[in-house]
Every structure is written in C-alpha cells, then in structure tokens.
C-alpha cells in the first residue's frame, strides 16, 4: 500500500516533531507499505524519508522542477518524480497515494490535505485520510469543525 504524507520542509518549533517524523517513516516500512511524500531534504521531510530509508523501505519523492533548481531533494530515494509545477506534484502524489496522512505542518500540508478530502467527500477519488494528531497539534482545528 502506498502511503501519502503531507509534512513540512522544516522541523518546526520541536525537536519532538522530528523524532515522531522519523519514527513515522520507519514504521510505513516495518508495515511493508512504500512511502509517497514530497522529495525533499529538509525538514520533517527529509527526516521522514530517511526513517523509511534507514529501515530498508521504498520511498517516492514527487519534487517539482522549482524545488529541484534549489537543489532540495533528497538524494536517497528509490524513486524521484519529478513534476513542472505543484499542482503537477499535488496530482501525482494523490495519484500514487491509497492512504494520505496529514502530519503536523503548516499551510502548505493543510492545502494538500483539504484537497484530498474534497476529492474523497465528492466521491472524485477513492482513498482513506487521517490527521496525526500528534501532542495535541491538531486539536484546534478539531475544535472548530466541532462548532
């Protein structure tokens, strides 16, 4: 099963998230599943991608062009998509994705996510989705759809 994670370029404000980031992509791979996530380095990206790798894991990174003229992917992965644009690499990685996983990020993994979740609800894509609702990170957004 391929598995779809939205996170973040960077490690955010605990070094917590990072760990959990790495923990995350070790257990995709103990759980025979191939990782799907945005190629990069960085972040809670490249630590995700090198928990997979580390355990011996299949990881695609699906990387647009921009990204990839900063030098950002990740090096190691088993396969590198890259896509002229992130609507592209939005496509693709929903494409490739059974299940998608909203790790804790920012605007950028609430856009990917949200758009998922219209897809699925609109019956335009079959998939299942999750938040990581990790230490309470998304407790506020489910307080509002709780209103």
């Not at 996170?7 to 995350?24: E, P, T």
């Not at 791979?29 to 894991?57: E, N, W």
């Not at 990790?134 to 209103?147: C, N, S, T, V």
Request: net charge negative; aromatic share 10%; glycine share 12%.
């Amino acid at each position: 099963m391929n598995i779809t994670v939205y996170l973040g370029s960077r490690c955010g404000n605990r070094s917590c998230y990072a760990d959990y980031a790495y923990a995350l992509g070790a257990w995709i791979t103990r759980h025979g599943h191939t990782l799907v996530y945005g190629g990069s380095r960085t972040g809670l990206m490249g630590k995700l991608a090198d928990g997979a790798l580390q355990a011996g894991g299949q990881v695609i990174g699906v990387e647009p062009q921009f990204f990839m003229d900063e030098e950002l992917q990740h090096e190691g992965l088993t396969k590198l998509i890259v896509t002229p644009d992130m609507t592209s690499r939005k496509q693709q990685m929903m494409d490739l994705g059974d299940i998608f996983l909203a790790f804790p990020g920012g605007i950028g993994t609430l856009e990917e996510i949200s758009q998922v979740m219209s897809q699925v609800k609109l019956h335009q894509m079959e998939g299942r989705f999750a938040f990581l609702d990790f230490d309470g990170y998304y407790q506020p957004m489910r307080a509002l759809w709780q209103q």
